[in-house]
Antibody, heavy 120, light 108 residues
Framework: EVQLVQSGAEVKKPGESLKISCKGS????????ISWVRQMPGKGLEWMGR????????NYSPSFQGHVTISADKSISTAYLQWSSLKASDTAMYYCARRARGTPGGMDVWGQGTTVTVSS | EIVMTQSPATLSVSPGERATLSCRAS??????LAWYQQKPGQAPRLLIYGASTRATGVPARFSGSGSGTEFTLTISSLQSEDFAVYYC??????????FGQGTKVEIK
C-alpha cells in the first residue's frame, strides 16, 4: 500500500525548535516530490514548499521562505519540516503530500497530518 | 503569485442534485489545475488533475472542465459522502503552487 505516515502531534512553547517527519512507503520515494501544506484552524490549504528527495532540491513559497526548512533523507524514505524558533501563529495542521517528478499533476497521496500547537 | 478565487463560498444542495463549483485564476494556468476534496478531520483527497482528468478511484459523477483562467468542478448527483470542502489548486506558475479558499458543499 502506498502511504505517507507523519509523526505525531506536538505541543511546543514559542521560541522552541521542532522537526516533524513524513515517511513514504509502498513506492519509489525518489520518484516523487514531497510538498508540505499548512492548514490553520478553520482555514484553507497553503502550500509551503517542496523537496525532490532524489537530490534534496527545494522550493519554498515566499510566505514561508526563511521561516521553515524542508529536508529529506532518501535512505530512510523520510521528509522533514523544521522550525528553529516557533511562533504562536505556527499553530496548525501540517500535511505532507507527494507529486510525481517531471509530470505535471496534482498531489495524489497525502499524509494523515501532524497537529502542531504553539502556546506559552 | 497566482491568486485562485473560488465561488461560491458555500453551496447548499439536496442529495441527488447537481453541484457546480467555480474556480478562477488571476492569470492563465493553462490546464494545470487540480481539485481536492476534504472532509472534516481528514486529509485532502485528489479528485481531478489536468483540469479534467479524474484521479484513480474517483467516481464518474465528478467531472472537471475549463482552461486558462476559468474552471468548473461538477458533481452530477450528490451523494451523502460528497458533502465536504472542495479546493482548486494551480501548479502552472510556481513557486508557489496556490490553492483557492475553498467551497463548502452542505446539505440543503
Amino acid at each position: 500500500e502506498v502511504q505517507l505516515v507523519q509523526s505525531g502531534a506536538e505541543v511546543k512553547k514559542p521560541g522552541e525548535s521542532l522537526k516533524i517527519s513524513c515517511k513514504g512507503s509502498g513506492y519509489s520515494f525518489t520518484s516523487y516530490w514531497i510538498s508540505w501544506v499548512r492548514q490553520m484552524p478553520g482555514k484553507g490549504l497553503e502550500w509551503m514548499g517542496r523537496i525532490d528527495p532524489s537530490d534534496s532540491y527545494t522550493n519554498y513559497s515566499p510566505s514561508f521562505q526563511g521561516h521553515v526548512t524542508i529536508s529529506a533523507d532518501k535512505s530512510i524514505s523520510t521528509a522533514y519540516l523544521q522550525w528553529s524558533s516557533l511562533k504562536a501563529s505556527d499553530t496548525a495542521m501540517y500535511y505532507c503530500a507527494r507529486r510525481a517528478r517531471g509530470t505535471p499533476g496534482g498531489m495524489d497521496v497525502w499524509g494523515q497530518g501532524t497537529t502542531v500547537t504553539v502556546s506559552s | 503569485e497566482i491568486v485562485m478565487t473560488q465561488s461560491p463560498a458555500t453551496l447548499s444542495v439536496s442529495p441527488g442534485e447537481r453541484a457546480t463549483l467555480s474556480c478562477r485564476a488571476s492569470q492563465s494556468v493553462s490546464s494545470n489545475l487540480a481539485w481536492y476534496q476534504q472532509k472534516p478531520g481528514q486529509a485532502p483527497r485528489l479528485l481531478i488533475y489536468g483540469a479534467s482528468t479524474r484521479a484513480t478511484g474517483v467516481p464518474a459523477r465528478f467531472s472537471g472542465s475549463g482552461s486558462g483562467t476559468e474552471f468548473t468542478l461538477t458533481i452530477s448527483s450528490l451523494q451523502s459522502e460528497d458533502f465536504a470542502v472542495y479546493y482548486c489548486q494551480q501548479y502552472n506558475n510556481w513557486p508557489p503552487w496556490t490553492f483557492g479558499q475553498g467551497t463548502k458543499v452542505e446539505i440543503k
